[in-house]
């Protein structure tokens, strides 16, 4: 959490924030890349690599950084100005290159899905499937419901499956890591199937 700004302060062996910072966003960039490969698996590589670009963008890690208050924990030398959200999303890609030296990749891997499910940043970076179709079923009074079909293990980690019904009829299902990212895989192909 140290900003490069207070280097000239450091002592002998003491570093600023960038080298982490440099190895967390080589980290996080191939556990998106991993999330998007699994959460659409019928999508190539042009879309899947807009969607990871979406998901580590400046803003994106700014925004997740602000919301977990990584501010009030740098330190810095920038004056009275507030710290700048370019330096927020920083130390967020320091922190994580951090946990990946103390607790390795698996361990990482959790905390980044926890921090995007906890601080809202996955809905924002695709089309929101899930809330379309929720409208388009108050509009023409139907009923949707999501059921769990299947909740496995691949490779360590949790898979979920999920179906989404429209009266009742099965219109798409959807796998995930989490049972909201399976529902909003749900939701993307039902889109299809019904007129949005």
């Keep these: 959490m140290t900003h490069a700004s207070l280097s000239a302060d450091l002592e002998p062996g003491q570093m600023s924030n960038e080298r982490l910072e440099f190895l967390g966003d080589a980290v996080l960039g ?3 890349a991993k999330e998007v490969f699994d959460h659409f698996p ?12 979406a998901m580590v963008s400046r803003r994106a890690l700014n925004q997740i950084g602000k919301s977990m208050k990584l501010d009030s924990f740098i330190e810095a030398k920038l004056g009275r100005s507030a710290i700048p959200p370019t ?3 920083n130390a967020l890609e320091a922190l994580l290159g951090a946990i990946f030296i103390d607790k390795g990749y698996r361990k990482t ?3 980044v899905r926890r921090m995007f ?4 940043a996955v809905e924002g970076f695709s089309e929101d499937f899930k809330t379309k179709v929720q409208e388009w079923a108050q509009r023409s009074g139907k009923l949707v ?3 769990l079909l299947s909740e496995t ?4 980690r949790k898979v979920y499956e999920m179906e ?4 009742g009829e099965i219109m798409g299902t959807g796998r995930g890591s989490s049972k909201k990212g399976a529902e909003h895989a749900a939701a993307e192909e039902a889109s299809s199937n019904i007129s949005l």
Excluded: C, F, S, W
């Design 30 to 32: 191939a556990i998106i």
């Design 42 to 53: 019928h999508e190539d590589e042009g879309p899947l690599t807009q969607r990871k670009a």
């Design 87 to 89: 330096v927020i999303g």
């Design 109 to 111: 891997e959790l905390a």
């Design 117 to 120: 499910d906890r601080h809202g």
């Design 145 to 147: 419901e999501y059921n």
């Design 153 to 156: 293990m691949v490779a360590g």
């Design 164 to 167: 989404l019904l429209v009266e």
